[in-house]
């Protein structure tokens, strides 16, 4: 019977050796990457009560794992990781230094470059040097507009401006929006970007306060992906609520919406979304014949009680 | 091993039967090629989510609980998941465990009959009856299930409760923080049921159905004391529930690592549970018979 029991230690022993030795995934890197973002968690919580031998630890750590994973993917976040644990320290410097670094070290990698790009806008932004901010977010915009964050950048552009109070540069900043959406729809038909680029140019289009415009931007965008994988159950919702709020509640109209759907139904009779826009187009129809007037709801600020 | 005098007295009766356990390793051994089988299961499980079984297991951990799951920390959670799943342990109990469970029974009976406890001789035994422990072994599973599923539906009506005080938000939460300590007292009370359908079959060769009966005449006059007798070592599983209950909780602040030693170790001891409880009540049984 030991005998028995031995063998069977020694075959789970070699399992386990065999096993971990052909293992040739980023499960160790996966989990040394995991370890040092739960430190870099605990610094996160309280950046200012933590000692500076614990930013340079986890600096440490976080250089030690790229030279073990070098060749590694998820290794190229790494340089994106240190900078932000120098965001914390407030060494901005430091921080776009780091950023920078994984630009120039993965040319190829064009995600990690936007997401660089973007983290030295925010450093520049903690350091209030706008101008030097809208500067990497231009960048981000010419050299990487279609990624996924450098699609979102020009609309963010335009709303810096108007939270900074320069509404000369936030106009300005929206036409440059417009024609970058614009020239994207053009440029890249059928293709995700040019999806996402329709609905940020609706997006725009309200921003500008030419609703119509906007509205009709998202009718078309309906039907020219109605058989797009894109165009998800999220995406119909979202964009039905939005041309409903923005023509009923802005324009108090009724027949835009009903017409753009109708429209929807009569090119797609056999649509999987048709019931959810005979549903809409029928609570719109009641609402008109019941003349209700809808509005926008204002945020209203609570002032305090002055006594 | 046979003393009429203890076959009421738990302690006396759970005490002989460790004893015995522990002083015949032939009785133990069965049990420890199921843990056996269940350490390889978990080894597999382990590596799944990683080259070259992630070759097999990819597209499965995909499919059924999302590509996040193939990477550290989320793989830990799916391998105690899958390791404890019921479906996966009560197919194990039923295709495997019964008929090394009954290759531990005959072995007892063999010690109680002053006969050599010969575990190829045990096995054959066992073997053979391999149906009628494979039926008997799936009345518990079949049991807790059904009770599982009722009890899930209390639970699933405790959810919808949305007091914040008063009695039903006692209820609510009596119902939700009670759960696991129920499910392991359901799961007593399944065993309890057909606790002396393997006894029936291998010490008195008895077929499924006439087992079944026996079981039932042997449980009319001692449902309770065995009951008893079966909660009493259940109750070693009790820490691994606050442990798992406590993991949960604090899923943030763990290693995940955690959630797969906990997982290995709650198996483990279920199957040494299941050992205690089926030399105690073979014990039990065997004194019973001797009794008449």
């Known amino acids: 019977m030991k005998k028995t029991i031995i063998l069977f230690v020694v075959i789970l022993g070699v399992l386990f050796v065999g096993l971990s030795l052909v293992d040739t995934s980023d499960y160790k890197l996966e989990k040394k990457l995991w370890q040092a973002q739960k430190q870099f968690k605990e610094i996160e919580q309280d950046p200012k009560a933590v000692p500076d031998q614990n930013y340079e630890d986890l600096i440490a750590q976080y250089r030690k794992i790229l030279k073990q994973h070098p060749e590694a993917v998820l290794s190229r976040k790494i340089h994106n990781k240190i900078g932000k644990i120098y965001i914390l320290k407030k060494d901005y410097v430091k921080a776009r230094s780091s950023f920078q670094e994984t630009i120039s070290q993965y040319p190829d990698d064009y995600e990690s470059h936007a997401k660089s790009l973007i983290l030295i806008g925010q450093s520049f932004e903690m350091e209030k040097k706008y101008d030097e901010a809208v500067q990497a977010y231009r960048r981000l915009m010419n050299d990487y507009g279609t990624t996924d964050l450098g699609v979102n950048i020009p609309l963010y552009i335009m709303h810096l401006y108007v939270k900074l109070n320069k509404q000369e540069d936030a106009k300005r900043a929206l036409q440059d929006a417009l024609t970058f959406y614009s020239n994207k729809v053009q440029a890249n038909p059928g293709t995700e970007i040019a999806f996402k680029s329709k609905r940020l140019l609706a997006a725009s289009y309200f921003a500008k306060r030419d609703v119509k415009n906007g509205i009709a931007t998202l009718g078309g965008l309906l039907t020219e992906y109605a058989d797009s994988e894109y165009l998800t159950s999220q995406q119909m919702v979202l964009t039905v609520k939005t041309i409903n709020t923005m023509s009923v509640a802005n324009l108090k109209d009724f027949d835009t919406p009903i017409a753009i759907y109708q429209d929807f139904l009569n090119q797609h009779p056999t649509h999987k979304y048709n019931g959810y826009l005979q549903q809409t187009i029928n609570g719109l129809r009641a609402l008109k014949d019941k003349g209700v007037d809808v509005r926008l709801q204002p945020v209203v600020k609570k002032k305090p009680n002055v006594q | ?292």
Request: proline content about 5%.
């Open chain 2, 1 to 292: 091993m046979s003393s009429t005098k203890k076959t009421r007295q738990p302690f006396a009766l759970l005490k002989t039967s460790v004893n015995t356990l522990f002083s015949h390793s032939a009785i133990l051994f069965p049990y420890i090629i199921i843990m056996f089988v269940e350490l390889l299961i978990f080894e597999i499980l382990l590596f799944a989510p990683r080259y070259p079984l992630v070759k097999f297991f990819g597209p499965i951990i995909s499919r059924l609980e999302g590509a996040v799951f193939l990477h550290y920390p989320f793989s830990y959670y799916i391998l105690a998941k899958w390791f404890q799943n019921n479906v996966l342990q009560s197919f194990l109990f039923m295709i495997f465990n019964s008929v090394f469970i009954g290759t531990s029974i005959a072995i007892i009976n063999a010690i109680n009959g002053n006969q050599p406890a010969i575990f190829k001789a045990a096995f054959k035994r066992a073997a053979s009856f391999y149906v009628h422990l494979f039926l008997g072994a799936s009345l518990p599973v079949a049991t807790m299930l059904g009770l599982s599923y009722l009890h899930q539906l209390v639970i699933a009506r405790a959810l919808i409760i949305r007091s914040t005080t008063g009695m039903y938000f006692i209820i609510k939460q009596s119902v939700l923080i009670s759960a696991p300590y129920m499910n392991l007292l359901l799961a007593v009370f399944s065993a309890t049921l057909f606790i002396y359908v393997f006894p029936a079959i291998i010490v008195d060769k008895k077929k499924f159905f006439p087992a079944l009966a026996a079981n039932f005449k042997t449980l009319w006059k001692s449902f309770w004391f065995t009951f008893f007798m079966l909660l009493l070592p259940a109750l070693l599983y009790l820490p691994m529930i606050v442990l798992q209950s406590a993991s949960n909780l604090f899923k943030e602040n763990v290693y995940p690592e955690l959630f797969g030693a906990l997982a290995v170790i709650a198996v483990l001891l279920s199957v040494f549970i299941d050992a205690i409880h089926y030399t105690t009540m073979t014990t039990y049984y065997l004194l019973k018979k001797e009794e008449q």
